[in-house]
Antibody, heavy 119, light 106 residues
Framework: QVQLKQWGAGVLKPAETLSLTCAVY????????WSWIRQSPGKGLEWIGQ???????DYKPSLESRLTMSVDTSKNQFSLKLSSVTAADTAVYFC?????????????WGQGTLVAVSS | EIVLTQSPGTLSLSPGERAPLSCRAS???????LAWYQQKPGQAPRLLIY???SRAAGVPDRFSGSGSGTDFALTISRLEPEDFAVYYC????????FGQGTKVEI
């Protein structure tokens, strides 16, 4: 059974860097794409970006300048860093498994991490 | 970016009733690359439908998806108590985007 478990800091101050990691248990790590998706009351569900096992990355263009994604295939983990956060980045962040690059629906999701940005 | 508009915003129904949900795209979605998710409070979205009409593993057959081009629908044939939730559509014909959701409430 596939499980995604995520963790990271939940409270940040403006201008700090958000950092989250997602570990994948069960199933193949190399056959899929691994995404970050966030959900806020104002913007709903928003795809942020994705990475695969070889480090191929796609970022949402409007966030690209602040985003860094990485992968550790030895641990079946992938990570997200979002720099210079503001209150607008306050959201629940999910990691999720995608099927085929940008042409992906998401069949397994992490439990979500609430990230609050406040001074 | 393809914008998805879901309607209605809220659907007030009773158990046993049929629930018709709509998702309209701002441009044609190629190859029926549309998915539907169910989300309950405090939980991650759960995949219900992909490819516009294919049910994900373990999804009851009272959930059905249809449509093509710019107009898609999710129908719950007879609502069960556990079906009261928020439903989202998502397109993946290009960089993924989601609709704003339809809440199905009692």
């Amino acid at each position: 059974q596939v499980q995604l478990k995520q963790w990271g800091a939940g409270v940040l101050k403006p201008a700090e860097t958000l950092s989250l990691t997602c570990a994948v248990y069960g199933g193949s790590f190399s056959d899929y794409y691994w995404s970050w998706i966030r959900q806020s009351p104002g913007k709903g569900l928003e795809w942020i970006g994705q990475i695969n096992h070889s480090g191929s990355i796609d970022y949402k263009p409007s966030l690209e300048s602040r985003l860094t994604m990485s992968v550790d295939t030895s641990k079946n983990q992938f990570s997200l860093k979002l720099s210079s956060v503001t209150a607008a980045d306050t959201a629940v962040y999910f990691c999720a498994r995608g099927q085929d690059g940008l042409l992906s629906y998401f069949d397994y999701w992490g439990q979500g991490t609430l990230v609050a940005v406040s001074s | 970016e393809i914008v998805l508009t879901q309607s209605p915003g809220t659907l007030s129904l009773s158990p046993g009733e049929r629930a018709p949900l709509s998702c309209r795209a701002s441009q044609t979605i190629s190859s029926r690359f549309l998915a539907w998710y169910q989300q309950k409070p405090g939980q991650a979205p759960r995949l219900l439908i992909y490819g516009a009409s294919s049910r994900a593993a373990g999804v009851p057959d009272r959930f059905s998806g249809s449509g093509s081009g710019t107009d898609f629908a999710l129908t719950i044939s007879r609502l069960e108590p556990e079906d009261f939730a928020v439903y989202y559509c998502q397109q993946y014909g290009s960089s993924p985007t989601f609709g704003q959701g339809t809440k199905v409430e009692i």
